[in-house]
């Protein structure tokens, strides 16, 4: 915490603190301690106060507890010589300062000077100061600015704040650079429906003059609501929030913990402070940081950057000289979306922008090669995509970017090259996830009508069909596409989207050279990801409706049974969606390295299977192993007159040496049950080093489906020169020339395969 | 030769959940309906006394509807033109709430109006006493729209809101919480569909004794079987402790019953289906049955005579 | 804990002779391991081997086979106490009962109409499973002749109940060398004489008590006198009773190996008089755990809800209803009306044929062999793929019915239009719905061109 901030906050907390009192002690001496206090239209009394403290103020005379209670939460400045932390009081000294703003403005309203009068203004629908029925309400928006919300309203806009649709609110305080500054400041909130609220001023003129001046129109139907002139009627916004907890989080008056802590995870709202910050504005804003609101400065201000009651940083300052822009509205532009990513907000795109229908049912359109305008990729050109994390600073959100020509000079059903670069950021974005977001790429842009896309990586091919180009689909509406989808479905983690494509061929090289290194590092790592590395697995309960005590445990070295999902996915899935299907399992101790028994994958099996598992073992089909649903690419059963286990897939309708096919054996495999030497597996799982390393390993392996021999050619030459045989994959059966055990035990003999002589399976 | 009575120790309860509130408790309700409170598997009465007995409720639309079966439309007579005597029928028929489904459109097809849902409701509230439930047309827009005029003009009254889904929960879960009322979680017939719909209602801040799961299912020979078995399978994870399954359950054995070609048709079909009347009720009747002692704490019928029936079953099986 | 089928195969005599009838010693012993077959099934392993698998040797509740001359009804060999944990294997007997005092007319007539009776649902026929002839009036001669009477109408397996082994037995005499009804009823008062013509009969014998205590008691003792099929009647009625008692003695058999309660439930529903509450005893006791159940009140409308809930409840959880593929056609569908796809899973194609049904709109429905998937399973599975649908559109003859050849396929499978379009050139491949709620409005939108 700035001491600067500190020491000014604190002082301005005093200030108004002191005003109050002695606002107070006068209007108790002129209008008795019975008068009737109260804000319009609220049965939450004065809501800060009441929220805070529990106190229903009613009238005058119940202030006075209140701001004995504020002013024992005041602090002495800190001294000049000593640093120490300053958090606490600081925050105490918002709190005050919040109180005691609402106990002026109900004094104000006692006094009848709030609403603040506004001579000539009207407001665009605000809250009624007589009853809520009265009337057509029309004199009631005349002459002042709103004040207060009233119930109905924050009942209304409090719905959308919970249930999203509406992503927030901003509450500007202050004056900005210029009246068009504020009008572009305004709009880039409206534009990302983002409720505002105003008030404050810098030297007496306020952002409200600002708008007013413009012919902006301000109130409840504009979202965009005039409080008052002075910092203290920011106190409204907070009153807001307070009944926020108070309705939608079933809050009760008094607990202010829970109330601050409601806000600062669901509400999300933010301070814009225009202009200089003056003492009672940083004590406002201490105020406000209680709520887990942070505040951004258009202006040079110290900053508190690190997290701790808000999400992320408390404090920022952006100075509006120093924002990077054309022109005024790249720089609101900006600010608003600095003010966004600070709080945390996320703002959807409601359509993807593209002159052709988009949606799921295009996805798997074809276009052929007579409806097509041009390709990218395939037999003549090359397309790669890329997909990768940067900083926050480094993108900016909703950016779309052509590098060389368009396709307009390309001859009907021509190719050219291109490449797709996605750069995205986000606070919960790693760069694991990078390859799970890239193999997206293919549903989104397959979505539009007339656009066909196959392939991934630096094989990736994409068609554009004669009608979508003649409805003006370009090269830039893949990026459109691209912003809008991830920041629709991947919310959770990606909070910033930029999409470049480049067809012009320099930078294309460039960029294709550095996918390619990106693919190569990743593949490392994939290779390098081993279990012991990793701290958690994941589980998997998709197919819970179908087996419903099967429980999938996917680590980095056993993929989910179904060939799906494999460890980052899991990882992926967990952060977008963190009540679904795959939720994180903490290892805990290892209980046996070999078969691969930790605390934590077994409290999680017994759970997981609602009790009908104890125990499962990673790498063993021989003791307690993993259950299965159905959905299994291959099963894995064990042989025990060769000393061996066959491995027979999805596809091979053959009978195996077991005696059964794969149909059969699927009713012994499946349904969540633990059945030891038979176990259901993804058919990447053969290959990993963990591949039932407690029974023997990949060598177990007598007999295999030519299908799986044909399909994963040189995986199996790995994996065989991995177990110091180069020749095993010919020394294993296969349906071709083995479908009993009689012929089986020929063959190995024959070949010379490994699992005759090894140690007994049993 | 003494047996050995095998008794199932539980350590978790299905959580109790009060439909309705009295004058004295801020509604306007004669009675209230409380349901769960379980600590064994349904009716097994040596282990675990059961507090509550399941609820009926029938369910009323707030105008004539115009795809129900002739046989519904016979039973009930003119109270289908107006929700405040159908449910005084419905009340008179036996049941121990009422359900209110709001219609997509007027008679004439056009929307149905806030005003109108509101007003529905209001005829059921002051033509009946028992708590009730009202559910929207089931898309989404819709039943936003319409549900929160409801919710805010029943304040306090603990109403039963309809349907959460995935796809369509917040507005609803948002407006029950800011009016008091309790909200029905609709999943697809799937155990950790229902986990998950209930720990998002749930990380909304609504409290556990105001959610009513609505696992769906299926009527007799239309994948009631998988209603039935999702059904034992939460019911055994709430015993075992799992919190987010343990919400009482509703499910509608009337809706699903009465969109069967069995119930539907009289005319044209094989004549081994036997009377269309008795066929039709049998099969609200058996669906419900069969959903009770799955786990129902909630069986939602459509014909008086399911009602009456299902009570003397519930009676019996509560006889411990 | 119970054995695990490797620690079974390693007793077994590992020859894979398959006498037993299964293709190898370890699939056996897996079998075993799932309490799905008795050790009995191999004739060669060895007296210490049995002792060992004493506790694995035999299903927890006994299968009782009850045979006329041509048919029977298996029951028993349960493993789970809820269908989700495995599966419930043999479908409970629905028996319907008649009195020797009813009119010879009245009985001739109620029996031919049971014994005709066939119902269709998802292509398969069902019916009922045999009758129970009851002596009402305890005459031996009239018990006879009442059993005469049902044969006559009947060849199905039957239940028959006297108070005595004398009158019983006039009743058992009346039917062929080969058949073994279930005989009854066995209590405390006459079990050594019933006990004695079931052990010569060969047949299964219904053995009632008044407490678990006395049934436990009984069964052990009739079992002494060389009888091992039985079928328990707790002599309880009503709902909770039947409730309660039934899910006991699931459960010791199940959980406790308890063999003196670890044979099939048979339930008498009809005691209730009224024919509703009959109907919803009668279904509580096929969900839980009944294997016979005697109704006395046969009605078309009352029956055919009773077996489709058997059926449902009776599926292998694991292994859907099926719908047998084909093309359907829904409210009289001309040539020119659209032609929808879907796969056979009973429930995908319920929820498709009811909607559009109930809109009453007409349409051809494909319904492909999708090996009983739903739409999203079975294409992930590639079970319902580009090519199987075409496959399937052909083989149904679809083009020859329909003028427009156009094809609307489920918006969760968009993704195989292209390669539709490729397999069906001929035809225009329309997205549809994901949803089958969703098709009365896109059949009423989009394909009103």
Redesign the interface.
């Known amino acids: 915490m700035s001491r600067y901030i500190a020491t000014r906050a604190i002082r301005g907390a005093n200030a108004l603190v002191t005003e109050a009192e002695y606002m107070l002690a006068k209007a108790l001496a002129e209008k008795g301690p019975d008068t009737p206090v109260a804000f319009p239209n609220t049965a939450y009394y004065l809501p800060v106060i009441y929220g805070m403290t529990g106190i229903a103020v009613q009238k005058l005379g119940d202030l006075k507890p209140v701001l004995r209670h504020a002013r024992s939460l005041l602090h002495p400045l800190p001294a000049p010589r000593h640093w120490t932390p300053y958090l606490g009081e600081t925050l105490d000294c918002g709190m005050a300062t919040l109180l005691a703003a609402e106990a002026i403005e109900a004094i104000r309203f006692v006094y009848g000077l709030q609403p603040e009068p506004m001579p000539g203004f009207r407001l665009a629908g605000g809250t009624a100061f007589t009853s809520p029925d009265a009337g057509d309400g029309r004199e009631a928006t005349d002459g002042h600015l709103n004040g207060p919300i009233d119930d109905i309203q924050l009942?209304s806009w409090?719905?959308q704040l919970?249930?999203?649709?509406m992503p927030g609110f901003a509450a500007i305080v202050g004056c900005a650079k210029s009246n068009e500054v504020a009008v572009e400041i305004v709009r880039q909130l409206q534009r990302r429906n983002i409720l505002t609220f105003l008030s404050g001023n810098v030297n007496g003129r306020s952002i409200i003059h600002q708008l007013i001046e413009e012919g902006v129109e301000l109130g409840y139907d504009t979202y965009t609501v005039p409080f008052g002139t002075d910092t203290i009627s920011a106190i409204y916004a907070l009153g807001f929030a307070t009944r926020s907890a108070l309705?939608?989080?079933?809050?009760k008056p008094g607990q202010a913990r829970e109330i601050l802590l409601?806000n600062r995870e669901?509400v999300f709202a933010f301070v814009l402070a225009l202009g200089e910050v003056d003492d009672l504005k940083y004590a406002a804003a201490a105020g406000a940081i209680n709520f887990g609101f942070p505040v951004i400065a258009d202006t040079v201000i110290p900053e508190i950057l690190p997290t701790g009651i808000t999400r992320y940083e408390h404090v920022v300052s952006m100075p509006w000289n120093e924002i990077e822009g054309k022109d005024d509205r790249e720089k609101a532009e900006r600010l608003v979306q600095k003010c966004i990513e600070v709080r945390g907000v996320k703002v959807k795109v409601v359509d993807v922008p593209v002159p052709v229908p988009y949606g799921?049912?295009?996805?798997?359109?074809?276009v052929r090669k007579a409806d097509m305008r041009v390709e990218f990729g395939g037999k003549y050109s090359r397309a790669f995509e890329y997909l990768r994390m940067v900083d926050m600073d480094e993108v900016v959100d909703g950016k779309v970017e052509l590098v060389g020509p368009d396709f307009d000079h390309i001859p009907p059903q021509g190719h050219m090259d291109m490449g797709i670069v996605v750069e995205v950021a986000g606070r919960q974005m790693q760069k694991d996830f990078e390859p799970v977001l890239e193999r997206q790429i293919h549903y989104f842009i397959?979505g539009a009508s007339g656009v066909?896309h196959i392939g991934q990586r630096d094989i990736a091919w994409i068609r554009i069909s004669k009608a979508a180009a003649d409805k003006g689909f370009r090269l830039e509406h893949l990026g459109k596409i691209l912003h809008a989808r991830f920041k629709n479905d991947f919310g959770a983690i990606v909070d910033k989207v930029q999409v470049t494509i480049y067809t012009d061929p320099e930078p294309f090289h460039y960029w294709l050279a550095k996918a390619r290194e990106a693919y190569d590092y990743r593949n490392r790592r994939l290779a390098d990801l081993t279990d012991e590395k990793v701290e958690e697995f994941y589980s998997c309960?998709l197919c819970?409706?179908?087996?419903?005590?099967h429980v999938c445990i996917v680590s980095p070295e056993r993929l989910g049974l179904?060939g799906?999902y494999n460890w980052l996915d899991c990882k992926a899935s967990f952060s977008i969606n963190p009540?679904?299907?795959n939720q994180p399992i903490k290892l805990g101790r290892l209980l046996d390295p070999v078969k691969g028994y930790w605390e934590g994958t077994n409290e999680y099996a017994r759970i997981g299977s609602?009790?009908?598992v104890e125990k499962v073992a990673m790498y063993s089909i021989?003791e307690n192993p993993m259950t299965a649903c159905?959905?299994f690419e291959c099963i894995v059963m064990?042989i025990?007159?060769a000393n061996g286990v066959m491995v027979v897939s999805?596809e091979d309708p053959s009978m195996t040496p077991?005696?059964?096919t794969f149909s059969t054996l699927a009713?012994?495999a499946?349904?969540g049950?633990q059945?030891?030497?038979?176990m259901g597996v993804g058919k990447y799982y053969l290959l990993s080093p963990k591949f039932i390393a407690a029974d023997g390993g990949f060598k177990r392996v007598v007999w295999m489906s030519s299908f799986l021999k044909e399909t994963m050619v040189a995986e199996l030459k790995a994996v065989a020169e991995r177990e110091g045989d180069p020749d095993l994959i010919e020394r294993i059966a296969d349906e071709r020339y083995v479908t009993t055990?009689d012929e089986l035990l020929v063959w190995l003999e024959e070949h010379n395969h490994p699992a005759l002589t090894m140690p007994p399976i049993? | 030769m003494p047996v050995e009575i095998l008794k199932e120790t539980w350590t978790g309860a299905v959580q109790i959940v009060t439909l309705g509130a009295t004058p004295a408790e801020g509604g306007t309700r004669g009675r209230t309906v409380t349901v769960g409170g379980e600590r064994t598997l349904p009716f097994l009465h040596f282990e675990a006394p059961m507090p509550h007995r399941p609820a009926l409720a029938v369910e009323i639309k707030d105008r004539r509807p115009d795809d129900w079966s002739p046989v519904l439309l016979r039973a009930w007579g003119d109270v289908v033109d107006d929700p405040g005597a159908w449910a005084q029928a419905a009340a008179a028929a036996g049941a121990d709430l009422i359900l209110l489904a709001l219609s997509l459109t007027d008679a004439d097809g056009r929307p149905t109006t806030p005003a109108a849902a509101v007003a529905a409701v209001r005829k059921v509230l002051s033509a009946c006493s028992l708590p009730l439930a009202v559910f929207g047309p089931g898309q989404a827009d819709a039943d936003n729209e319409l549900l929160v005029a409801v919710a805010e003009a029943t304040k306090g009254e603990r109403l039963l809101l309809g349907i959460c889904e995935d796809k369509n929960y917040r507005t609803i879960v948002a407006t029950a919480l800011a009016n008091g009322h309790l909200v029905n979680a609709r999943t697809p017939m799937d155990v950790n569909l229902a986990k998950q719909l209930n720990i998002l209602i749930t990380d909304m801040g609504m409290p556990l004794d105001r959610i009513i799961m609505d696992p769906t299912t299926g009527a007799v020979g239309y994948g009631f079987e998988y209603g039935y078995s999702v059904m034992e399978r939460l019911r055994l994870a709430a015993l075992q402790g799992d919190r987010m399954t343990q919400l009482p359950m509703l499910v509608t054995p009337g809706f699903e019953a009465w969109k069967t070609k069995e119930a539907k048709v009289g005319n044209g079909v094989p004549a081994a289906w036997g009377d269309w009347e008795a066929r039709a009720i049998n099969w609200e009747t058996l669906t419900a049955l069969g959903l009770l002692e799955a786990g129902a704490d909630i069986l939602v019928l459509r014909h008086p005579e399911s009602v009456r029936r299902l009570r003397l079953a519930i009676e019996g099986l509560m006889k411990g | 804990m119970a054995l695990t089928g490797i620690q079974i195969y390693k007793l077994l005599p590992q020859t894979n002779c398959k006498d037993c009838g299964f293709p190898t010693c370890l699939a056996f012993a897996m079998k075993l391991a799932a309490k799905q077959v008795e050790l009995s099934a191999c004739p060669h392993v060895s007296e210490s081997a049995k002792a060992q698998l004493a506790e694995s040797a035999a299903p927890p509740v006994r299968l009782v086979t009850v045979r006329s001359d041509g048919a029977e009804v298996k029951v028993g060999n349960e493993v789970v106490l809820f269908r989700h944990e495995k599966t419930f294997y043999n479908r409970p007997g629905l028996i319907v009962r008649v009195g020797d005092d009813l009119a010879p007319s009245a009985l001739e007539a109620k029996v031919a109409a049971a014994d005709a009776y066939r119902v269709t649902y998802v292509g398969i026929d069902l019916g009922i499973d045999g009758f129970a002839v009851e002596s009402v009036k305890g005459d031996p001669a009239a018990f006879a002749a009442a059993v005469q009477a049902v044969r006559r109408h009947s060849r199905k397996p039957l239940v028959l109940t006297a108070p005595s082994a004398s009158v019983l037995g006039a009743g058992l005499e009346m039917l062929g060398a080969g058949e073994t009804p279930l005989l009854g009823v066995a209590t405390a008062d006459n079990w050594r004489d019933m006990a004695g013509l079931a052990q010569k009969a060969k047949s299964p014998l219904i053995v009632r008590g008044n407490t678990l205590d006395e049934l436990a008691t009984l069964t052990g003792q009739i079992k002494d006198m060389g009888v091992e099929d039985m079928v328990l009647d707790p002599a309880v009625r009503d709902f909770a009773g039947h409730l309660t008692l039934s899910t006991l003695i699931r459960r010791l058999a199940l959980k406790k190996n308890f063999r003196p309660l670890g044979y099939p439930l048979i339930a008498f529903p009809a005691a209730a008089g009224d024919p509703a509450v009959e109907l919803m005893l009668a279904a509580q006791a096929i969900l839980k755990y009944a294997g016979f159940v005697v109704i006395d009140h046969f009605a078309p409308e009352a029956v055919y809800p009773l077996l489709v809930l058997r059926q449902n409840i009776y599926t292998d959880p694991q292994k859907p209803i099926q719908v047998q593929p084909g093309l359907y056609e829904i409210n009289n569908p001309k040539p020119e009306d659209p032609v929808l796809v879907t796969t056979n899973f009973s429930i995908t194609y319920f929820s498709v044929a009811n909607e559009v049904e109930g809109s009453g709109l007409p349409a051809w429905l494909v319904v492909a062999d999708a090996e009983g998937m739903s739409v999203l399973t079975a294409w992930a599975a590639g079970k319902f793929d580009a090519e199987r649908i075409a496959k399937d559109v052909k083989r149904f003859g679809v083009a020859d019915r329909v003028s427009r050849r156009r094809l609307v396929i489920p918006g969760h499978v968009a993704v195989l239009s292209g390669e539709l379009e490729g397999e069906l050139p001929d035809w225009e491949i329309r997205v549809g719905p994901r949803e089958a709620v969703d098709l009365p409005r896109y059949m009423r939108e989009a394909l009103m061109n």
């Open positions: 009942r409090g719905i919970v249930d999203g649709r309705t939608f989080g079933g809050l409601y669901r799921s049912a295009f996805e798997g359109e074809v397959n066909q309960t819970q409706s179908f087996a419903p005590n179904c799906a009540t679904g299907p609602h009790g009908a021989m159905g959905c064990l025990p007159e999805r077991a005696g059964m009713g012994i499946g349904g049950l059945t030891p030497g038979v055990v049993f």
